[in-house]
């Protein structure tokens, strides 16, 4: 039996009010709202990946096999750290993550560890992706801090704007080739 594509489920997680819901918003329908409405528990979007034509970088020579499309399940958790205990069993059988953080608001940046080491225990050693979100407003961080913690951790940094739609697209589509490469190699 031939597969015609892949289905992976993916986190998107940070502080409240960093973006994640207007990050995932603005990637699966390419819509921005301006007024916030604080995520509760989970939202959740399905978003479909045609991998040779969508993801740049991937040609006809990086064909997967039988495998031409990635469906990816988008879990946008609550960023109530109080209320964290509750929204444990989404981690479940995650394959990456996008731990999102405001660059303007430099608590939410200081809050990548404690996200990081909690996707960590719950998920194990999935492929995922820093991102600063609202680029279009003034940085609270540095680049040089910011540089650290990216290197830090060895993994992809990506500043973007839901608002702008700034490099959302190629942020979301570099985590699903990480996912292809993990499930690939």
């Given at each position: 039996?031939?597969?015609?594509?892949?289905?992976?489920?993916?986190?998107?997680?940070?502080?409240?009010?960093?973006?994640?819901?207007?990050?995932?918003?603005?990637?699966?329908?390419?819509?921005?709202?301006e007024k916030y409405i604080q995520t509760l528990g989970a939202n959740f979007m399905v978003k479909e990946v045609d991998?040779?034509?969508k993801l740049e970088g991937i040609s006809d020579s990086d064909y997967y096999g039988d495998i031409k499309e990635l469906?990816?399940?988008?879990?946008?958790?609550?960023?109530?750290?109080?209320?964290?205990?509750?929204?444990?069993?989404?981690?479940?059988?995650?394959?990456?993550?996008?731990?999102?953080?405001?660059?303007?608001?430099?608590?939410?940046?200081?809050?990548?560890?404690?996200?990081?080491?909690?996707?960590?225990?719950?998920?194990?050693?999935?492929?995922?992706?820093?991102?600063?979100?609202?680029?279009?407003?003034?940085?609270?961080?540095?680049?040089?801090?910011?540089?650290?913690?990216?290197?830090?951790?060895?993994?992809?940094?990506?500043?973007?704007?839901?608002?702008?739609?700034?490099?959302?697209?190629?942020?979301?589509?570099?985590?699903?080739?990480?996912i292809l490469n993990k499930t690939f190699s």
């Amino acid at each position: 039996m031939k597969l015609s594509g892949l289905r992976g489920k993916c986190l998107i997680i940070g502080d409240a009010s960093v973006g994640k819901t207007s990050l995932l918003d603005r990637y699966v329908n390419d819509n921005f709202q301006e007024k916030y409405i604080q995520t509760l528990g989970a939202n959740f979007m399905v978003k479909e990946v045609d991998l040779i034509d969508k993801l740049e970088g991937i040609s006809d020579s990086d064909y997967y096999g039988d495998i031409k499309e990635l469906k990816l399940y988008w879990w946008d958790l609550g960023g109530q750290k109080d209320k964290l205990f509750a929204n444990e069993y989404y981690f479940g059988q995650a394959h990456g993550a996008l731990i999102v953080f405001d660059v303007s608001n430099k608590e939410s940046f200081e809050s990548l560890d404690f996200w990081i080491s909690k996707m960590t225990a719950l998920t194990g050693d999935i492929p995922f992706i820093i991102i600063g979100n609202k680029c279009d407003k003034k940085k609270e961080i540095t680049d040089q801090d910011i540089k650290k913690k990216v290197e830090g951790y060895k993994v992809e940094y990506f500043e973007t704007s839901a608002k702008t739609n700034e490099n959302v697209t190629l942020a979301f589509n570099s985590l699903a080739k990480k996912i292809l490469n993990k499930t690939f190699s």
